[in-house]
């Protein structure tokens, strides 16, 4: 069974511009968490979609969005970046929801802003 | 809202020797609690969920942790370290009832000396 998949692995953008990430889930799995992993604050949630639905939402600003589509697969999206957006992207994804805790994390995006 | 805490950024231990790895949980109810470990340039895996069945929890790879509510503490241990041990290990609790995700610890790193 394959796990979870995110791409691209490693990207480098500048201040200002948008990055799209994206994220496969284990097949059979509705739920796909984001979390943004940096050395000093750790790992911190910022969304949850079930099912195409936006359940839960972190504490981040309005430039972070995603979206969960029919087949599973998530996409998260940063817009005006920031140097402070550099960090590894995580995507972990659950069969019946992150609230069991229960969650299978792809190897991240890591995104370096310049 | 209930949260973890991670005694240590940073354990060293010899192969062979006991592994302990410390979590404290702030939590008027009894929490649901979790260990996941990073291993380098990878996501995160479960290693051991406590969710109130029994106060010893069995992981993988010769990990256990004990809940002991008197102490709000869910300590990670392994009798014997080995080289492959060395990772970042992350305490985790899911803070409250509901769609609410979970909430990580700063994550405790570990190095094995040979």
């Known amino acids: 069974k394959a796990g979870v998949t995110q791409t691209p692995r490693y990207l480098i953008k500048t201040r200002g511009q948008q990055v799209t990430l994206s994220c496969s889930p284990i097949?059979?799995?509705?739920?796909v968490s984001w979390y943004q992993q940096t050395p000093g604050q750790g790992l911190q949630f910022l969304f949850e979609y079930f099912s195409e639905t936006q359940r839960n939402k972190g504490n981040f600003p309005g430039r972070f969005s995603g979206r969960q589509f029919s087949n599973s697969r998530s996409e998260m999206n940063v817009s005006t970046l920031e140097l402070g957006d550099s960090a590894l992207y995580l995507c972990?994804?659950?069969?019946?929801?992150?609230?069991?805790?229960?969650?299978?994390f792809g190897e991240g995006s890591r995104l370096t802003v310049l | 809202a209930q949260s973890v805490t991670q005694l240590g950024s940073h354990v060293s231990v010899s192969e062979g020797a006991l592994v302990l790895l410390r979590c404290n949980y702030s939590?008027?109810?009894?929490?649901?609690l979790f260990w996941y470990v990073q291993y380098p340039n990878q996501g995160l895996q479960l290693l051991l969920k406590?969710?109130?069945?029994?106060?010893l929890v069995k992981g993988i790879n010769g990990f256990e942790a004990e809940f002991k509510k008197s102490e709000t503490s869910f300590h990670l241990t392994k009798p014997s370290a080995h080289m492959s041990d060395a990772a970042e290990y992350f305490c985790a609790v899911i803070p409250g009832p509901g769609n609410t995700p979970l909430v990580f610890g700063k994550g405790t790193r570990l190095s094995v000396i040979a």
């Open positions: 972990a994804s659950s069969l019946t929801g992150a609230n069991t805790g229960e969650l299978f």
């Open positions: 406590y969710t109130s069945a029994a106060t």
């Open positions: 097949s059979g799995h509705r739920s």
């Open positions: 939590s008027s109810v009894p929490p649901y």
